[in-house]
């Protein structure tokens, strides 16, 4: 199973935006599907984004659909989660993981990236 490190998170007003990072190793970390999930405080972990392995395709939440944008870079073993717009509401642990097709985590999850978005 591919290893995961997310990075990218941080504090953020209310409309900014944020680009995460998700580093895998492994090696099938380029051939799987891959996703982005987030937990807020309270609420269970949620799927937010997914992309393909050849990045052909995407899926994403209703809630983050036309603000967040996923991307990968298979030469860098590197997934993308581009942030737009945030709300208060987007306040959460961004987790990436390998996904079966679109939306169930598949792998073991990282340690996450904090993302909060202050009003």
């Known amino acids: 199973q591919a290893q995961l490190v997310e990075s990218g998170g941080g504090l953020v007003q209310a409309g900014g935006s944020l680009r995460l990072s998700c580093a895998a190793s492994g090696r099938t970390a380029s051939t799987s599907h891959m996703g982005w999930f987030r937990q807020a405080p309270g609420k269970e972990r949620e799927f937010v984004a997914a992309?393909?392995?050849?990045?052909?395709?995407?899926f994403y939440a209703d809630s983050v659909k036309g603000r967040f944008t996923i991307s990968r870079d298979n030469a860098k073993n590197t997934v993308y989660l581009q942030m737009k717009s945030l709300k208060p509401e987007d306040t959460a642990v961004y987790y990436c993981?390998?996904?079966?097709?679109?939306?169930?985590?598949?792998?073991?999850w990282g340690q996450g990236t904090l993302v909060t978005v202050s009003s």
């Open positions: 992309i393909t392995w050849s990045g052909g395709s995407t």
């Open positions: 993981n390998s996904v079966r097709w679109p939306n169930v985590p598949a792998g073991s």
